[in-house]
Structures are given as structure tokens and as C-alpha cells.
């Protein structure tokens, strides 16, 4: 009887167990931190699935050229990237690649005007940086391939006639990664100026870094982790700027530290091309301590991240701004705190 | 003893479904993709718009073709088709004109629609010694001999190659030379489309050479 007892006391734990686990399992869904429930990110595009660059009897100086229209219709923004994969050569009459010689520029033609985001060889394009797509956000992309002409070849199956017949196949992937809802491309709660567009130099040399910061906690880690990769070799520099983050968009936002939120601010990182490095961003203590007095304060408050990214297009500023809201619990201490209740601690959390 | 045995039950049972239990999925979007696949680029080739034949290729049976000169057993001038065309004239150390040594051919429709081509053909001999002049001149028609070395041919037009080969030093050389043939049209005037047929000559006082 004894074992009896204990063989149906473990059925009975195993099966409080599987309902729990499952139960557990349908409610995750709404509670994936930043990420929200409704759907996430969300891209279409009406050449989905369709090549959009085609060329049969490519002579050198000739280009052919697509365009690609991507929307996020989700509710969270994305980090939009193009990857290029799956190259398919077939070689040439004298044995030349194709896709070692095309050209392609990659233009955001989102506004009508061509604004350059890569112009470089095909086998350097492995993954493009576009930038945060916002919910319900539109753009357009134009994909160009060109023979360059290299002028007489030194013989009738060398330069550019060892391309003779060749062809090459390549697809294309448009990849918008959920980025946390906290994060906002840059501020937002102030009203901002009209500014002109930048000039498109900078634009291409910020489009090498995709910079990436999950949602995470801050205020107990006591630092930022950051992913950052660059499509080629390129250094990186942090500064941040601590601010007040007000939930109302037209509130103005105040900045209440300039220097120093950072240990070891302007330190230079060196990223090697397509390698994806965390890099932690650890706050000085006078950071901490403003924070901290923000989220008692406000409960809410903001850091906004300056990104240095130096290479071989030039040099640009990527800025990403993070929200750190409390912890539910910690929030209603804080309330309970505001009303006149005894409250100790919070549980600061982006 | 009963309840560690319960306790221990139960402890078993959790690890076996905490391992059995498939782990809880998110229903939300982390990452979106849409693909534009199979973008095809193909580099043009001069086969698109001229064919070359030797009698062993030649599609439409035609005969009559050149034969290496003093060849024991005869053998044709020239063999394969297109890129791989390759002429042995033999030995003409005395010079002559070489007639029908292959062909040369338009497809039934130019692509992109075009009414004709221009065919160019020069002769370059890099590795002629003693000698600056080039080796043989060369000529198209659609009999015997005469010709031009620039040809303007429309869709479906064939005629065939004549080389003129001047008197050589007798001197036992092998002489090797490159045929260029270059295809323009309008709008396009560039080296791309060329053919590179190469041709060896033989002078020695016998035989057709190597």
C-alpha cells in the first residue's frame, strides 16, 4: 500500500506538472519582454519570391537594374538588412566568373530620389545594413548590376572576353530582425526640427554597422551589452547621453547627463567583416546614481547610445536610444511608494 | 520511508517531463524575410550572333573543305566548331590560296532584333620569325576564292573562309597564327564578341609538318 501511495502521488505531481508546463507554455507568448504579442515584425513586399534582376546577353558597360518595395506591417519595428546568398556560377569561355566581376549598387529610392547605400563587387556584398524599419513604415530599394568594361582585353579569351557565355545566379533576402519596443531609432518625444537628410557618403558609411541591444536589464547589470556587426572591417567608439524618457510624444525630453556614462568612453573596438561582437557598455557610477534617481523619480528614463563607426567608406554616427522602465512589481512599489506606503528598492528594468 | 519514496516519485516525474515537455514557443515575429531568388545575369557570347564550322560540324553536310596540304593520310584543314575551331593548312612554302577552309554562319533570327551583323577577320602572327608581315591574308565568298575580310551578313546567312598564304623561307618552320574574328553591330562596336581561331603553316621542303 505504501508504494501504491507513492506511485500514485508521483502520477498525481507528474500530471500538476504537465498542466503547468503547459500552461505555461500558451501564456508565453504574452510575455516575451519587449517583444509584444500582437506579432512582432511584420515585412511584404509584391516581388516577393520574384527574381528582380534578369539579364541574358550582358555585354561589358551594360547594367540591368530592379526595384524592390519592402513595408513592415507588423507592430514592432524591424532592423532591416539584404543579404546576398547563394551564389551560382557558371563560367565563362576562358574561365572567367561573372559574379567576381558584376558591380552592384544599392539605392534607397524610398523618396525618389536615389540616395547610394552600397555601391561595390558582388562577392563583397554579404549582408547590408538598412537601418530600423518602424511599424507600418515603407521603402523602396533598387538593385543594380553592372559589367564593367575594362577595356581591349590582351587577348581574344582574356579580361573581360574570359566572361564569354558566362552566367550567374543569385538570390536575394530581405531579413527585418524584431528590434525591442523600447528602442527607437532616435528620440521621438521631442518635436524635432526639420534636418536635412544626411549627405550620402555618411549614409553609406553608417550602413556598415548593424547595431543590435536586446532588451535586457541595465540598472542591475550595470551596463548596456551591445551586438554589433560591420560588413566590413570597420572601428567602433560609445558615448551615451542619459535622459528623461516622458511617455507623452510631445513632452520634451531633457537630457540630464552629457560625458561619462561610460567607462572607458571613446575606446575603440575593431570589428572583422560579417563577425558579430557583443560588446558590454559598462556605466561609470555617476551614471548609475542619475539613473537611478530618474527611475525613482519618473520611473522611466533613457540612454542614448552614439555609435562611432569608422571604415574604409568613411566615418558616421549610428545612435540607438533605450528606454528603462521598471518592473511591474517594482512599479507598483512605487506607486504604493508615491502614495504614502512604505516601499524599499526597485527592480529597474529596460 | 513513504514520503521519501513520494518525494522521490514525484522528483522523477518532473525531470522526465521537464525533459519530454516540448519548451514553450512565442507566437510572436522575431524575425521577418521575403526573398528574391534566382536572379539570373548570363554575359553574351559571340555564338549568340556567328557560328563557325569545319566540315566535321557543319550542319547543313556541306563538303569540299580545305585539306591540310601533303597530308598522308588527308586530313581536313580544319575541325571542331565555334570556340574549339582549329586550322592545320600543311605545308605551302611556296604560298597559295587555301579555299573553303571553314565557314562562318548567322543564326535564322540576330538576337534583340537585329537585321545584321558585321563580321570582321584579321590574321595576327605573333610568332612569326624573320618575317613582320603577317602571315596570310584572308578572304570570305560564297564560291571559290576572292572575298572580303569585313562581312555584313543578315539572319540565316552562311559563306565560307579562304586564307591566302604568301610565299615562306622554306625553312622548315612550324608558323602558328591567330584568325580574330570580331562581331559589331550597331549600337555595339566592342571586342566582346570575338572569336580567337588559331592556324598553323608549314614550310619545310616535305611533308605537311606537325
Sequence with gaps: VTRVGAVAAGVAAALAAWAASAALAHDRPARLGAMTASGG???????????????????????????????????????????????????GAGGGRLSA??????????????????????????????????????????????????????????????????????????????????????PTATPAPPVAPPPADVRAAASVLTLRIPWQRVLKTR????????????????????????????????????????????????????????????????????????????????VLVEARVSSALGAATVRRRIVI????????????????RVSRGSAPRR | VR???????????????????????????FTAKRTNAANAITADTPSNYLRLYSQGSDPAGLG????????SPVQLAATGADRTLAIQLGNYRAGGNVNRV??????????????????????????????????????????????????????GQKRQVNVAVPPLPGVGVLYQAVIQIKVTYAGYAGDFLSYAVPVTVYDGLTGAGP
Design chain 1, 41 to 91: 515584425v511584420r515585412l511584404e513586399s509584391p516581388q516577393d519570391g520574384l527574381a528582380v534582376l534578369t539579364a541574358s546577353r550582358m555585354l561589358p558597360g551594360d547594367a540591368v537594374s530592379g526595384t524592390v518595395a519592402l513595408a513592415n506591417t507588423g507592430d514592432a519595428a524591424g532592423d532591416l538588412r539584404l543579404t546576398r546568398s547563394a551564389i551560382r556560377d557558371a563560367l
Design chain 1, 223 to 302: 551596463g548596456i551589452t551591445v551586438w554589433g556587426t560591420c560588413d566590413r572591417r570597420c572601428a567602433l567608439s560609445f558615448n551615451a547621453r542619459v535622459q528623461t524618457a516622458p511617455k507623452a510624444r510631445t513632452a520634451r525630453v531633457r537630457t540630464v547627463m552629457r560625458a561619462g556614462v561610460f567607462r572607458l568612453a571613446g575606446r575603440r573596438r575593431t570589428l572583422q567583416p560579417g563577425v558579430e561582437r557583443r560588446i558590454k557598455l559598462q556605466l561609470t557610477p555617476e551614471a548609475l546614481r542619475r539613473l537611478h534617481a530618474l527611475m525613482l523619480a519618473r520611473g522611466r528614463a533613457a
Design chain 2, 102 to 155: 571553314f565557314t562562318v554562319e548567322t543564326p535564322a533570327t540576330l538576337p534583340g532584333g537585329l537585321s545584321q551583323v558585321t563580321v570582321g577577320m584579321t590574321v595576327t602572327s605573333a610568332l612569326w620569325s624573320g618575317n613582320v608581315a603577317t602571315m596570310a591574308t584572308i578572304g570570305a565568298g560564297n564560291g571559290n576564292g576572292g572575298g572580303q575580310a569585313t562581312l555584313t551578313l543578315g539572319a
Design chain 2, 64 to 71: 569540299n573543305y580545305a585539306v591540310k596540304r601533303l597530308s
Design chain 1, 325 to 340: 522602465v521598471t518592473a511591474p512589481r517594482a512599479e507598483r512599489r512605487r506607486a504604493a511608494r508615491h502614495a504614502g
Design chain 2, 3 to 29: 514520503a521519501l519514496l513520494a518525494g522521490g516519485s514525484a522528483l522523477l516525474a518532473l525531470v522526465v517531463l521537464g525533459l519530454v515537455h516540448p519548451p514553450a514557443r512565442s507566437g510572436a515575429n
Design chain 1, 101 to 186: 566581376a558584376l558591380v552592384v549598387r544599392v539605392d534607397d529610392v524610398t523618396g525618389g530620389a536615389a540616395l547610394p547605400v552600397f555601391a561595390g563587387a558582388l562577392d563583397q556584398l554579404d549582408v547590408l545594413a538598412l537601418g530600423p524599419l518602424a511599424p507600418g513604415e515603407r521603402r523602396a530599394y533598387r538593385i543594380t548590376a553592372t559589367l564593367p568594361d575594362r577595356g581591349l582585353p590582351a587577348g581574344p579569351l582574356s579580361g573581360d572576353n574570359a566572361l564569354q557565355g558566362a552566367s550567374m545566379q543569385v538570390d536575394w533576402t530581405w531579413r527585418a530582425e524584431a528590434l525591442a519596443a523600447a528602442i527607437t531609432p532616435a
